[in-house]
């Protein structure tokens, strides 16, 4: 059964970046899978990020393109996200998923974790 | 605004059926069978309800089914239970990867 836990700080300051880890566990990061992370501001939906294979190749929303860089550490078996330049507007629930790029489908979610963006 | 339209909410009594609709365009969910839906409870990840447009992962519940109609997706659940209290979330390729703006579902 494939795991995923995400990690990082719970607040980030106005103008800084967001860090986040994903640890996969039950599954290597190396299989045929594309990795992604979801995010949900509080009482709202569902927001695609971005994903990584474990090549070193991305895609990610092109509205936070400019912003946006995950990348992956296979001797870990973990994926990271990190948002510069962060607002208010990006305090939300972080999620990583795995996704089915053949099919289109995340059959495989973290729990999440919440990001606040304060001074 | 997602490109993926979805209604806001839809409400039904226990043992009804409820249909939740998600419309994009001839470009994605009409030129392609890769919609699929979550359920989502407060406070809790989303799980995968419907992939490829009607399939069933092993474990979710023969009352949800998937279905197309040109460019709107549709997923159905009959025989309403409690439990199914929740929001649902389409996804899809259009343009890029893209969530559906969601649907609270009321059991009445």
């Known amino acids: 059964q494939v795991q995923l836990q995400e990690s990082g700080p719970g607040l980030v300051k106005p103008s800084g970046t967001l860090s986040l880890t994903c640890a996969v566990s039950g599954g290597s990061i190396s299989s045929s899978n594309w990795w992604s992370w979801v995010r949900q501001p509080p009482g709202k939906g569902l927001e695609w990020i971005g994903e990584?294979?474990?090549?070193?190749?991305?895609n990610y929303n092109p509205s936070l393109r400019s912003r946006v860089t995950i990348s992956v550490d296979k001797s870990k078996n973990q994926f990271s996200l990190k948002l510069s330049s962060v607002t208010a507007a990006d305090t939300a629930v972080y999620y990583c998923?795995?996704?089915?790029?053949?099919?289109?489908?995340?059959?495989?979610w973290g729990q999440g974790t919440l990001v606040t963006v304060s001074s | 605004q997602s490109a993926l339209t979805q209604p806001a909410s839809v409400s039904g009594s226990p043992g009804q059926s409820i249909t939740i609709s998600c419309t994009g365009t001839s470009s994605d969910v009409g030129s392609y069978n890769l919609v699929s839906w979550y359920q989502q409870h407060p406070g809790k990840a989303p799980k995968l309800m419907i992939y490829?447009?009607?399939k069933r992962p092993s474990g979710v519940s023969n009352r949800f089914s998937g279905s197309k109609s040109g460019n709107t997706a549709s997923l159905t659940i009959s025989g309403l239970q409690a439990e199914d209290e929740a929001d649902y979330y389409c996804?899809?390729?259009?343009?890029?990867?893209?969530f559906g703006g969601g649907t609270k579902l009321t059991v009445l």
């Open positions: 998923a795995r996704h089915d790029d053949l099919w289109n489908f995340f059959d495989y």
């Open positions: 990584i294979f474990h090549s070193g190749s991305t």
């Open positions: 490829e447009g009607s």
């Open positions: 996804f899809s390729y259009a343009g890029s990867k893209v």
